[in-house]
């Protein structure tokens, strides 16, 4: 198999985990990545492939086309928009091409995926969005960054020669922006966060840009009163991430180096003016995101034409603010499950709301009675509250992902006149058959496979020795099985047939069996343990 991967170094990043689900899909199958030379660096220690290629020059049409026919590859995912590679993947003949239909280039695909609409989804997320049309793995997990070998001692020589001492606590500052001067914030400001950061909590600054960016590094060094080790130009992207890797934080605009702290583990101080957090923010948890957007925002613009107000707007105390934020989270010791939280994982209809038979829809949900209190009683004590539901509707045509999402939405807004509430909801799109494309295998996110809930736990950091599988289906109960979580069956629902259905499979059944969820919190709360 063949991956096409970005060529900038944020959206590389993004493509993580659409490389981590890939290989979690289909864990025997021989990956390949290629790759641009400027970010290839990212993926030569990843365990997420097996070769890595790198893009030749752009006037090598032919060169690319016969070295990838050497490879004999049966299949090629296209990360990419560019009708380019979608060329050179038909030339070489690799009989399976995937990848989105834009730019003219929907005849050189054999499965060709409808692109989302502009502004609807995260940079991450429409990547995956591509596994999510073969059937495959695709939950986000923006961590899986492995730095290549020697890139640490590199970062130890430079920081070395800087005479910054190991126990001052640094901080990143990324002052660039590849896309252009419309992402940056005021370089006198980042100096001026940076300086107030040092008188308060002891911190150095390690300025951090491309060559192309010197000029932006050297300007906030000489601006500044704190200590700032200069390192514009003079890392490479390993050498690079792995200084990022030792800051408490990052200060940065919305570009490439953001992506990458996140990927990495570090909590990054977002300043987003011309862009959208929602579609180009850093992943994962712990960031601060700052922006304070104009009529004109978002407007893409490289340059802008007016007063950059979206930026100038942030002023220095409410960055600050926020970097003091991350950096006491730092230092504050995680409480007990190492800061993770448990969870009740709970079916949909027949569980909490009633079994209103295939045909559904917002104006059809009836809230059990008593649920709400439940659900209500399981948030006081300390559970996320997290619907998982099959709803392979939307791939039989009778409804849309729209329509689901309404659905859950009203069920919410009946579940709150009560005082209930649920945390998240997850829900698995496929049919329960095979595809017809010869790559497409039964998804791994149908109950009872944990697809839903393992991406529950990525993206909620979810303790699941302390967490709870309830629901009235035999599925539910196998789910918890399959994941080593408790389970209850409640006999609303199908309950009550499903339980006679395990007893004639041979299976050992759920842990408790209750009248309905009410009953069911009652156990949890009293017999099985609480949060």
Known sequence: MLVVCPNWLGDAVLALPTLANLRRSLPDAKISLLTHPRVSDLFR??????????????????????????????????????FRAGLISALAGIPNRVGYATDGRWPLLTVGVSPPRRGSLHQA?????????????????PKGLTLPAGSDEEARRLLAASGVGPNIPLIGLNPGAAYGP????????????????????GTAALLFGARAEISLTEG??????????DLGGRTSLGTFASLLNRCRLLLTNDTGAMHLGAALGVSCVALFGPTDPRLTGPLGRGHQVLRIPPACSPCRYRECPIDHRCLRAIDVEAVVAAAESVLDRAVTPEPRGGGKTPAVFLDRDGTINEEVGPVQGPGLMRPI????????RLGE????????????????????????????????????????????????????SEGRFPYRRTCGCRKPSAGLIHRAVCEHRVDLTRSYVIGDQASDILLAQRVGLRSVLVLSGFG??????????????????????TAATEWILTRGGSA
């Open 45 to 82: 220690a990843s365990p997420f492939i097996d070769q890595l290629l790198e893009i030749p020059d752009r006037h090598q049409l032919a060169w690319a086309v016969n070295g990838l026919r050497r490879q004999r590859f049966e299949f090629v995912m296209l990360l990419t928009n560019s």
């Open 125 to 141: 997320n429409y990547y995956l969005g591509l596994l999510r049309a073969l059937g495959w793995d695709a939950w986000e997990d």
């Open 182 to 201: 419309a992402k940056r914030w005021p370089l006198e400001r980042f100096a001026r966060a940076a300086d107030l950061l040092a008188e308060r909590r």
């Open 220 to 229: 906030i060094r000489k601006i500044m009163r704190g200590v700032a080790i």
């Open 369 to 376: 009675p008593g649920v709400a209190g439940a659900l209500k």
């Open 381 to 432: 004590a300390g559970f996320l509250r997290i619907i998982v539901s099959n709803q392979s509707r939307v791939a039989r045509g009778d409804a849309s992902e729209e329509q689901i999402e309404a659905t859950h939405q009203r069920l919410l807004q009946l579940l709150r006149l009560d005082g209930g509430w649920a945390d998240a909801f997850y829900y698995c799109p496929h049919h329960p």
């Open 496 to 517: 009550r047939d499903e339980f006679r259905r395990l007893l004639e499979m041979g299976n050992p059944g759920p842990d408790h069996v209750a009248l309905d969820l």
